[in-house]
Antibody
Framework: QVQLQESGPGLVMPSQTLSLTCTVS??????????WSWIRQPAGKGLEWIGL???????NYSPSLKGRVTISVDSSKSQFSLRLASVTAADTAVYYC?????????WGQGTLVTVSS | QSALTQEASVSGTVGQKVTLSCTGD????????VAWYQQISHGAPKTVMF??SLPSGIPDRFSGSKSGTTASLTISGLQPEDEADYYC???????????FGGGTKLTVL
C-alpha cells in the first residue's frame, strides 16, 4: 500500500510563500496512471482541492488558486511539492497530499500550516 | 459555494438505512464517476465508494448510485462507527478540476 507523508514549516508569515513536500513510499511515483495532488481543509470547514500533477509534468490547478499555486514533482526523490505564494490568514489549513486515480485512493496524514506574523 | 451540493447534516439510529445525496450540474455528475470520502474526527479522509464500486476493506453496508444529476451514498444497517463527515467529489471537465461537495455530517443516534 503506497504511503504519503507531508513535510514543511508549520508557520508561514503573511505575504510569504508556503512550501510543502510530499514523500511517496511503498510505491513508485512514476508508475501507472496516477496523479499526485494537494487538498486543504481550514479548521471546521470542508475539503478544498488545490491542484494535481502527473509525473510527466502536466498540472491542473484550482481556478480559485491559479496564479498563486505551483505543484512540481521530483521523481528521483519520489516527492512532489506545493508552493503557494502571497499567503494570508485565509490560507491557514491542514494540507493533505494524496494520490488521484479518478479518485483519491491514498492520503497523507495531513499537516497544519498556520499563516501568522 | 461548492459545485456539488450535499445535506449539511443527516442523522439515523443504529441499524437504520440512511442515504446521503450529492447534487450537481448534469455536465459534472453525469460525466464522471462520483467518489465518496469518510472523515472521522478530522482525521485523513478515506474513500468509501467510487461510483458503485466498493473499495477493498469497506463494509458492504455501503453502496453508491447515481440518478440524473444526483449521486447517492446509502448506508444500510447504520453502525456507531459510521458517524463521520462524508464528502462527495468528482472531476469537472469544464474546469479541468476536481470538485468537492460541502460535506455532510452524519450523526448516529
Amino acid at each position: 500500500q503506497v504511503q504519503l507523508q507531508e513535510s514543511g514549516p508549520g508557520l508561514v508569515m503573511p505575504s510569504q510563500t508556503l512550501s510543502l513536500t510530499c514523500t511517496v513510499s511503498n510505491g513508485s511515483i512514476s508508475s501507472g496512471s496516477h496523479f499526485w495532488s494537494w487538498i486543504r481543509q481550514p479548521a471546521g470547514k470542508g475539503l478544498e482541492w488545490i491542484g494535481l500533477i502527473y509525473t510527466g509534468g502536466t498540472t491542473n490547478y484550482s481556478p480559485s488558486l491559479k496564479g498563486r499555486v505551483t505543484i512540481s514533482v521530483d521523481s528521483s526523490k519520489s516527492q512532489f511539492s506545493l508552493r503557494l505564494a502571497s499567503v494570508t490568514a485565509a490560507d491557514t489549513a491542514v494540507y493533505y497530499c494524496a494520490r488521484w486515480t479518478a479518485r483519491f485512493d491514498s492520503w497523507g496524514q495531513g499537516t497544519l500550516v498556520t499563516v501568522s506574523s | 459555494q461548492s459545485a456539488l451540493t450535499q445535506e449539511a447534516s443527516v442523522s439515523g439510529t443504529v441499524g437504520q438505512k440512511v442515504t446521503l445525496s450529492c447534487t450537481g450540474d448534469s455536465n459534472i455528475i453525469g460525466s464522471y464517476a462520483v467518489a465518496w470520502y469518510q472523515q472521522i474526527s478530522h482525521g485523513a479522509p478515506k474513500t468509501v465508494m467510487f461510483g458503485d464500486s466498493l473499495p477493498s476493506g469497506i463494509p458492504d453496508r455501503f453502496s453508491g448510485s447515481k440518478s440524473g444529476t444526483t449521486a447517492s451514498l446509502t448506508i444500510s444497517g447504520l453502525q456507531p462507527e459510521d458517524e463521520a463527515d462524508y464528502y462527495c467529489s468528482t472531476w469537472d471537465f469544464s474546469l479541468s478540476a476536481v470538485v468537492f461537495g460541502g460535506g455532510t455530517k452524519l450523526t448516529v443516534l
